[in-house]
């Protein structure tokens, strides 16, 4: 069964970090892109970071430029999303989603986890 997993999401001080990791199982994920979105309530989904299967290629939306940053362990078959100086406006429910194809911000991603939430608040 083709699974994605989301972890350490949870509560967080403004100005404080988390890290995102997007396991996958049933597949490798070292051949697929993967990326990264969140959904905040009352919000479209927005597209937050991705990386190309080989992390050559990073993507990520500008109101996370410089705080956040993407990689990937293929050895560990998993991705991570670094997140730091989190606001407020971070908060949100964020997805990982893989796909042989390399999507950028798009939701196009055909497997998609269950989400991890993220509050940032004092």
């Known amino acids: 069964q083709l699974q994605l997993v989301e972890s350490g999401g949870g509560l967080v001080q403004p100005g404080g970090s988390l890290r995102l990791s997007c396991a996958a199982s049933?597949?490798?994920?070292?051949?697929?892109?993967v990326g990264w979105f969140r959904q905040a309530p009352g919000k479209e989904r927005e597209g937050v970071s991705c990386i190309s299967s080989s992390g050559s290629s990073t993507l990520y939306v500008d109101s996370v430029k410089g705080r956040f940053t993407i990689s990937r362990d293929n050895a560990k078959n998993t991705v991570y999303l670094q997140m730091n100086s989190l606001k407020p406006d971070d908060t949100a429910i964020y997805y990982c989603a893989a796909d042989r194809h390399y999507y950028g911000l798009r939701s196009r991603y055909t497997y998609w986890g269950q989400g991890t939430q993220v509050t940032v608040s004092s």
């Open positions: 049933g597949f490798t994920l070292g051949n697929s892109a």
